[in-house]
């Protein structure tokens, strides 16, 4: 995937997060905060509509949503030829991400003149250990 099409992925992706966390929030605060007295004046069994919103009902939009970007996400994969599955393939972890290396990365050695304690402390090998 070149460069064009990673950020042409991850504009995308990022306009699917930011239309579903709108509408997540229209829902949670329109239906639990700002319209709850117009929908009390529904009943849904013995309960008022704009309680039960409150609830529960946004908690239903929530996954509902949560489905909705599981199946959008998996069309804008298919669309950039985004295969999870392939571990040969990287897929594009951010729109300016160098490629994965395939070596790790060498960790840093402490300096020679210091030494960790049992406790995390760092002790300096010119200096005398003292026990608590």
Do not use: C, H
């Not at 229209?26 to 239906?31: D, K, L």
């Not at 160098?98 to 060498?106: F, V």
């Amino acid at each position: 995937m070149d460069k064009e099409q990673r950020n042409s992925y991850w504009r995308a992706n990022i306009a699917l997060i930011r239309n579903l966390l709108i509408v997540w929030a229209i829902a949670s605060i329109g239906a639990s905060i700002l319209f709850v007295t117009v929908l009390n004046n529904i009943r849904l069994g013995n309960l008022p509509f704009g309680f039960w919103m409150a609830q529960q009902g946004t908690i239903f939009i929530f996954v509902i949503l949560i489905f909705i970007y599981a199946f959008q996400m998996d069309k804008l994969d298919r669309k950039y030829k985004v295969d999870a599955d392939d571990s040969n393939k990287q897929t594009p972890l951010s729109p300016d991400s160098p490629p994965t290396p395939t070596q790790p990365q060498p960790r840093s050695t402490p300096n020679p003149s210091q030494e960790e304690g049992p406790r995390g402390e760092t002790k300096r090998g010119d200096q005398e250990e003292s026990n608590p």
